[in-house]
C-alpha cells in the first residue's frame, strides 16, 4: 500500500499536480530497483496503520488535482489523462500481486468470492481450434490513450495463416500430459525445464497435489478441492505449458499469433480494441477484478468471443505465448526506463490476456505482461496453436 502511495505522490501530485513531496525521505525506500524482493523484509518500511494513512493523504490530494488538471494541451504526460490511467494501472498489478500472496499463504481461508457462472450450453460442441487467416494485420496500440510504452507504436505484421486453441487448455486435458508420463520424459522440455523439474520434482501443477487413488485435489485460497476438470489449468510455468504444447505436438503461439486471435476482424481487416468490439469490458465479456477469484468453466462468456471464434482471450488466466519480452519497431521509453526497456531480453517471456486477478483497466487486447519463464505461482495458463498446412486449405 505505501509503494502504491508512494507512486501516486511522485507521479500525480509532483509530475502531475506541481505539489510539494509529502514524504521525500521514503521514495528510495519504495523504489523496488534498489532493493531486490529477498532483502525488503529487513527494510524500515511503514508499518500497516501509517501506510493507510498516507495513502489515504495521496489519494485526497490526487484528487484534487484530477479535478483541477488540464487534461488536453498539457503535454504527453498529462494528455488523455494518462499518467492518471498509468497510475490506476500501476495499482491493479500491484492488487493482483497481493492476490497472489493470499494463495501463496498458509492457514484457512480468508478470502470469498461467488462461483462463476455455469458454461453456456454451446461450450461443450465448440471446436477444439479456431483458423486465423494470414496477411497483414495492426499489432499494438496508437490510438488507446493509456496504451503503456511497451504497446506501442502500433505497426503491421504479417502472419501465414495458423490455427489456435478456442478456449484455454483445461485442467482435464492437461492431467492427460501428467498421466502419460510428462513429468518423466525429458524429449518434452527445453533444457532449462527439464533442469527445474529435476532440481524441484515438479509433478504437476503448483499447488496440486494427488490423493492416492489417482484423484488430484488443489489448494485455492486455503480451501482445499478436488481439481475441476472444465477450468483451464493455473499455475504452470512457460517451461510446463512449453512441454505440453510439444506432448500434444503443437506449440505455443507467438506473442503477435496471440495478438491477432485475439484482434483481428476478418470482415473489416481491421484490429479491434477488445476480442469482442470496442465496448470496455463487463461481466458478460469477461472474468476480471477478482469477482470469483478462480477461472470460468472453458467455453465461457460467448459474448466475449473474438472474430474468429476465440473465448476467454481476456480474463480467466493468463496465457504464456513463445515470444521473449522486446520493443516493438520504434520502441520510445516513456515516461520512465525502468517500466518496460530494462526487462527486455530473452530472460522473460510474454503472457497476455489477463486473469481474473487484474481489473479491466489493464485488460485490452494490446496489454503485455512478462515475466521468468520459470514462475508458477502467478494466475497462469495457456493456449497452444499450430501452422497450417496445404492440407489444411
Known amino acids: 500500500m505505501a509503494h502504491i502511495a508512494n507512486q501516486e505522490e511522485q507521479w500525480l501530485l509532483r509530475a502531475a499536480g506541481g505539489l510539494a513531496a509529502i514524504r521525500p525521505e521514503i521514495d528510495s525506500l519504495y523504489d523496488a530497483f534498489e532493493h531486490p524482493r529477498a532483502e525488503r523484509p529487513a527494510l524500515p518500511l511503514l508499518p500497516p496503520g501509517e501506510a493507510r ?68 450450453p454451446d461450450a461443450a460442441l465448440l471446436p477444439a481450434e479456431v483458423v486465423v487467416p494470414g496477411g497483414l494485420f495492426t499489432m499494438g496500440a496508437d490510438d488507446e490513450p493509456w496504451a503503456l510504452d511497451n504497446e506501442r507504436p502500433a505497426h503491421r505484421r504479417r502472419l501465414p495463416a495458423f490455427a489456435i486453441d478456442t478456449v484455454p487448455v483445461t485442467n482435464a486435458a492437461y492431467r492427460l500430459f501428467i498421466e502419460d508420463g510428462g513429468y518423466r520424459d525429458p524429449r518434452w522440455w527445453a533444457p532449462a525445464g527439464w533442469e527445474q523439474v529435476r532440481s524441484n520434482g515438479w509433478r504437476a501443477p503448483l499447488f496440486w497435489r494427488e490423493d492416492g487413488a489417482g484423484g488430484w485435489w488443489r489448494r485455492r485460497f486455503g480451501v482445499s478441492e478436488p ?51 470496442e ?29 474468429t471464434g476465440g473465448r476467454q482471450l481476456l480474463g480467466d488466466v493468463w496465457e504464456w505465448t513463445a515470444s521473449d519480452f522486446g520493443p516493438y519497431p520504434g520502441f520510445v521509453a516513456f515516461p520512465y526506463r525502468e517500466y518496460s526497456e530494462v526487462f527486455f531480453g530473452p530472460a522473460h517471456k510474454v503472457l497476455r490476456g489477463g486473469g481474473f486477478g487484474v481489473g479491466a483497466v489493464v485488460a485490452r487486447a494490446t496489454f503485455r505482461n512478462w515475466d521468468y519463464p520459470v514462475r508458477r505461482q502467478i494466475f497462469s495458463g495457456f493456449r497452444t496453436a499450430r501452422s497450417l498446412s496445404a492440407e489444411d486449405g
Not at 485475439?262 to 484490429?271: E, H, I, L, N, V
Not at 469490458?281 to 468471443?305: C, E, K, W
Open 227 to 277: 481439481v475441476p476438470d472444465d477450468e483451464p489449468v493455473l499455475h504452470v510455468s512457460w517451461y510446463e505449458a512449453d512441454a505440453y504444447a510439444r506432448w500434444a505436438r503443437r506449440r505455443l503461439p507467438s506473442e503477435a499469433e496471440w495478438e491477432k486471435a485475439a484482434r483481428y476482424d476478418p470482415a473489416t481487416g481491421g484490429s479491434r480494441r477488445f476480442p469482442w468490439g
Open 53 to 120: 494513512g498516507y495513502l489515504a493523504e495521496v489519494r485526497g490530494r490526487a484528487v484534487d488535482v484530477l479535478e483541477t488538471a488540464r487534461l488536453s494541451g498539457a503535454g504527453r504526460l498529462l494528455a488523455d489523462g494518462f499518467v492518471f490511467g498509468m497510475i490506476a494501472q500501476h495499482e491493479q498489478q500491484h492488487a493482483e500481486t497481493m492476490l497472489i500472496t493470499h494463495q501463496l499463504r498458509r492457514g484457512p481461508a480468508a478470502l470469498t468470492a461467488p462461483p462463476p457462472p455455469p458454461a453456456p
Open 279 to 307: 465496448t470496455p469490458a463487463g461481466p458478460r465479456h469477461a472474468n476480471l477484478g477478482q469477482r470469483h477469484l478462480r477461472p470460468a468453466p472453458a467455453g465461457s462468456y460467448p459474448d466475449g468471443a473474438s472474430a
